[in-house]
């Protein structure tokens, strides 16, 4: 079986620090690139909480560790469903918190797969527009339904807030006029859409004109920014003394989010007591491990393209004192 490339690898073990009769999270599973480094570090006992939106992902990731001779003793829970419900499957399962978290954000390269055309995720392979993690989730609309019913200002300003695209106004304009002629079905008719609004000199760089749209109308489609707000809040407070979440961002928008709520959560205050506005970090319950994020190395770029626009932060509860 085909299985995704995790990046940052040594860094997420280092921070995660996985011990034999933990409980760990892993809330965007995949296909288990991490997760079952994670697994095979909780030398056979422990428990492993692996969450997917996608069904068709968490079913890889569920192959993938049920068939390792290490997560024998393990306590696997594995579900089809997004992280910010963690809180809530930690109460069923009589746990209190989790010892670590990792949250690797943005799409699977397997959802662009060649074989996965029916997913919708890619122009590369013709397909239909769905775009969805999981089209039975409940609220949420498919990239045909917004690309053909979606407001010609909204669109324009997704585009620009999401994907910083020059040419916002011109791909929203004439999304509605060939709308009006036929509905916009295929990945690939949206594609050539989104072609002809840039200038020719633009068409054929490294990257295709289409790649922002179809970026976000994926990130629209599946609520992706609304589950990075809610989903950190939920993991962040789930963590016990000592834990640890990392998160890997890919997207602008994600990292913006991260920060803030790493920032809300573990940033020194303003001291009152102190008339030059001194800061302190009293009364403090979590420690951001850096001011920036962590970008990976010209190695790790080379070895996996796909890593170049990575950044990694990282927030632990701290111990409670004695």
């Keep these: 079986m085909q299985y995704h490339e995790p990046v940052?690898?040594?860094?997420?073990?280092?921070r995660l620090r996985p011990q034999p009769g933990a409980i760990f999270c892993d809330g965007t599973i995949g296909s288990a690139g991490h997760g079952s480094l994670i697994v095979s570090a909780l030398g056979g006992r422990g428990t492993f909480i692996g969450l997917d939106r996608d069904p068709a992902m968490l079913e890889r990731a569920r192959t993938r560790l049920e068939g390792m001779q290490e997560a024998n003793g393990v306590r696997l829970?594995?579900?089809a469903a997004k992280y910010e419900e963690l809180p809530a499957i930690l109460k069923r399962e009589g746990l209190t918190g989790v010892n670590g978290i990792l949250?690797?954000?943005?799409?699977?390269s397997l959802h662009v797969a060649h074989d996965a055309a029916?997913?919708?995720?890619?122009?590369?392979?013709d397909g239909p527009l769905d775009g969805r993690f999981n089209p039975n989730e409940p609220g949420t609309q498919s990239v045909e339904s917004l690309v053909n019913?979606?407001?010609?200002?909204?669109?324009?300003?997704?585009?620009?807030?999401?994907?910083?695209?020059?040419?916002?106004?011109?791909i929203a304009r004439r999304i509605v006029r060939e709308r009006a002629v036929q509905p916009i079905r295929t990945t690939r008719q949206l594609a050539e859409i989104v072609a002809l609004c840039?200038?020719?000199?633009?068409?054929?760089?490294?990257?295709?004109?289409?790649?922002?749209?179809?970026?976000?109308?994926?990130?629209?489609?599946?609520?992706?920014?609304?589950?990075?707000?809610?989903?950190?809040?939920?993991?962040i407070e789930s963590l016990?003394?000592?834990?640890?979440?990392?998160?890997?961002?890919?997207?602008?928008?994600?990292?913006?989010?991260?920060?803030?709520?790493?920032?809300?959560?573990?940033?020194p205050r303003p001291d009152p007591s102190n008339l030059y506005s001194a800061t302190t970090t009293k009364g403090?319950?979590?420690?951001?491990?850096?001011?920036?994020?962590?970008k990976p190395s010209d190695a790790e770029i080379a070895s996996n393209p796909r890593a170049r626009s990575a950044r990694l932060r990282a927030i632990t509860r701290l111990e409670v004192a004695a």
């Design 149 to 170: 019913n979606a407001a010609e200002a909204d669109i324009a300003r997704w585009l620009f807030e999401y994907a910083d695209e020059r040419f916002a106004r011109a």
């Design 284 to 294: 403090l319950e979590y420690r951001v491990e850096k001011r920036g994020a962590l």
């Design 240 to 267: 016990l003394p000592g834990g640890t979440c990392v998160v890997l961002s890919y997207h602008s928008g994600e990292d913006r989010i991260t920060k803030r709520l790493f920032d809300e959560y573990g940033s």
């Design 103 to 108: 949250l690797d954000l943005g799409i699977n």
């Design 8 to 14: 940052f690898v040594a860094e997420v073990m280092k």
């Design 198 to 235: 840039y200038p020719p000199k633009l068409r054929h760089g490294s990257l295709h004109p289409a790649t922002r749209t179809f970026q976000t109308f994926r990130i629209v489609a599946n609520d992706e920014l609304g589950c990075v707000e809610r989903g950190i809040r939920a993991c």
């Design 118 to 125: 029916e997913r919708g995720f890619s122009f590369s392979h």
């Design 77 to 79: 829970i594995l579900e």
